[in-house]
């Protein structure tokens, strides 16, 4: 739900009828929560795909 991501409910209300899709994907040296937070370069380029595939798949099941 994005609840600790404030400007998720922001745009919920501008847009109520959106889906909105987060994702934790990141860059390997973004230290987004502590210092010594990363991401494997093998695990975030899996996760790159799987995200462009369920996109790609999303697109085409609304055609």
């Known amino acids: 739900m994005g609840g600790s991501i404030p400007f998720i409910a922001d ?3 501008l847009f109520p009828s959106a889906q909105i899709l987060i994702t934790g994907v990141e ?3 973004s230290r ?3 210092a010594n937070e990363s ?3 093998g695990d975030f380029r899996n996760a790159v795909l799987a995200e462009a595939l369920l996109l790609a798949r999303l697109g085409h099941a609304g055609s």
Do not use: F
């Open 11 to 13: 745009l919920t209300e």
């Open 27 to 29: 860059d390997p040296d």
């Open 32 to 34: 987004a929560h502590s």
């Open 39 to 41: 991401l494997d370069l």
